[in-house]
């Protein structure tokens, strides 16, 4: 096929490609991942008053957040996998309904093992949502899908932000029975979501689902293995990530309060600021990335907090809230451009690869959890988050991925 041909075929499917954002459901199940996320957030959120109720150690109270995040992330990406291939619309509503019984459960537990049980029922409602979710966004965004995906991501880092408030307002007051309220919030989700999945059923209906067909030969083998080390690398820059998000959301409380002598709650409010500009990072990441490119807009979003998150171990009070603020933005720009990025990598995957992608993160946020309470437990606090804070420096991998117009010309090889 001449360069000619072959341009002429990308401008047309970018033409084809041209179909409008159904709002009304973008901001549906936009709602839906902030309440899903309100809940999830809710655990990192009760671990201070877990941890002094029931005399958790702190390698405890981050197994509570591995529960809850490996279960999500050894799920998702076998059940985006399976809707790939059969498309399931009412698995939406089903799934919030597993995160109402795990926190009702969670608000009445008397002992660790029965919190833990709370947990992996949440982590089941997540894992049913977010590959479902995810291609919903996709399906509903049209051709602006770093758009779409930002709309549908800012949902749930705004129910993280969320959460962090609720400590203050919720737990601090009602303690562990606090968690009753957010029962509220997974009814509204099931309701909304039976809504979406109305929608979802008719879109279904109109738009057939065609099997891609996968070019042939030396050459798309090449692409294969280029784009598994790009899943790889990807994968890599997934783990720093998650690995300082858990950090800070986990453990900088913690630090705040040994620090400066806060209380549980204006501790909270300091991680609810990196949360809240984390959402909006991640809102604007999306159609920035739409102009931009995804893997520049990758690449300056863990790059660009890497000198905040250098400086904030050694700031004051004041200065630590200033860093928050600016890391979480700028860190959470790439947010929901890596779903994209990946999506686009993978084309036709779209439940798998947003499974693996954001479950993936789950799991490694988990694995997180666990691994940097040992070494508080072990070392100290003060130390774990300094050595935390190099980890965004990893972003420099992001040299290694694929262009957006190498991945064009992958996608257009394809279909040859």
């Given amino acids: ?19 409008p954002a159904v709002m009304r459901i973008l901001l549906a199940i936009s709602l839906v991942h902030l309440l899903n996320d309100t809940i999830q957030g809710i655990i990192p959120a009760i671990l201070p008053i877990l941890k002094g109720s029931m005399s958790l150690s702190y390698m405890q109270a981050g197994l509570i957040v591995f529960v809850l995040n490996m279960t999500s992330s050894l799920l998702q990406p076998l059940i985006g996998l399976y809707a790939d291939r059969h498309p399931s619309p009412y698995m939406l509503p089903l799934g919030v309904g597993a995160t109402f019984f795990g926190v009702l459960g969670l608000a009445f537990a008397p002992s660790y093992a029965l919190v833990l049980f709370s947990v992996l029922l949440i982590g089941l ?8 979710g995810s291609r919903v966004a996709y399906m509903a965004g049209g051709s602006r899908r770093g758009m779409a995906q930002s709309v549908y991501q800012v949902g749930g880092n705004s129910g993280h932000a969320l959460a962090s408030v609720m400590t203050a307002l919720v737990f601090v007051p009602f303690r562990q029975l606090g968690a009753l309220w957010f029962t509220f919030a997974a009814a509204l989700g099931i309701l909304v979501q039976f809504y979406i999945a109305k929608w979802y059923t008719d879109y279904l209906a109109a738009h057939p689902h065609v099997p891609r067909k996968s070019g042939e030969g030396a050459g798309r083998t090449g692409i294969r293995k280029r784009t598994a080390a ?7 820059l997934v783990f720093a990530r998650s690995w300082y998000q858990s950090g800070v959301s986990i453990y900088y409380p913690f630090h705040f309060m040994e620090r400066f002598g806060m209380g549980l709650d204006r501790a909270s409010m300091y991680i609810f600021l990196f949360s809240a500009a ?3 990072g991640t809102f604007v990441g999306g159609p920035l990335s739409d102009r931009l490119g995804r893997r520049n807009v990758i690449f300056g979003s863990m790059l660009g907090s890497a000198p905040f998150a250098l400086l904030l171990p050694y700031a004051d009070e004041l200065w630590s809230l200033v860093l928050l603020t600016l890391n979480g933005f700028i860190m959470l720009l790439g947010f929901s451009v890596t779903v994209v990025y990946a999506q686009e990598l993978i084309p036709g995957k779209v439940g798998t690869v947003s499974g693996l992608i954001v479950g993936l993160a789950f799991g490694l946020g ?12 072990a070392l100290n606090l003060n130390i774990v ?12 991998f992001t040299y290694f991925l694929p262009t957006d117009r190498t991945l064009k010309v992958w996608a257009a090889q394809s279909t040859d």
Avoid at 385 to 396: A, N, R, T, V
């Fill in 1 to 19: 096929m001449s360069l000619t041909t072959r341009t002429a075929g990308l401008k047309a499917a970018v033409s084809a490609d041209a179909k």
């Fill in 125 to 132: 409602g997540s894992a049913v949502f977010h590959p479902e």
């Fill in 230 to 236: 790009a899943v790889l690398v990807l994968i890599f």
């Fill in 278 to 280: 984390g959402a909006i």
């Fill in 366 to 377: 988990a694995l997180g959890a666990v691994v940097l309470g040992s070494l508080v437990d």
């Fill in 385 to 396: 988050l300094k050595g935390l804070s190099f980890l965004p420096l990893l972003g420099l």
